[in-house]
Nanobody, 119 residues
Framework: QVQLVESGGGLVQAGGSLRLSCTVSRRTPVTMAWFRQAPGKERDFVAGISWSGSSTFYADSVKGRFTISRDGAKNTVYLQIDSLKYEDTAVYYC??????????????WGQGTQVTVSS
């Protein structure tokens, strides 16, 4: 099982941008994804990327604003978030080894990074 460490969260004004990073403890040729969980809500799929980086997947709610990418040489997956909205406020989690958009399909998780958007 790999270790995942997220970073890059913070407090930002609506309309701003953030780039989240997820560093993996070793080379991991599996699908990676970002999820988010707001207080009192379920953990929701945000974006996913294939092991090669050639395929990406997004939740409808973030298409056009979020971009997932990965750097194999650095064992890092990124989530670029633009045009932030108040409703993007959540803890963002990195996950590895999944096969669908359901959280239970992923085998490894990071500790999460808080993103707070002020209106």
């Amino acid at each position: 099982q790999v270790q995942l460490v997220e970073s890059g969260g913070g407090l930002v004004q609506a309309g701003g941008s953030l780039r989240l990073s997820c560093t993996v403890s070793r080379r991991t040729p599996v699908t990676m994804a970002w999820f988010r969980q707001a207080p009192g809500k379920e953990r929701d799929f945000v974006a996913g990327i294939s092991w090669s980086g050639s395929s990406t997947f997004y939740a409808d709610s973030v298409k056009g604003r979020f971009t997932i990418s990965r750097d194999g040489a650095k064992n890092t997956v990124y989530l670029q978030i633009d045009s932030l909205k108040y409703e993007d406020t959540a803890v963002y989690y990195c996950a590895a080894g999944g096969y669908s958009s359901r959280p239970e399909s992923f085998t490894s998780w990071g500790q999460g990074t808080q993103v707070t958007v002020s209106s």
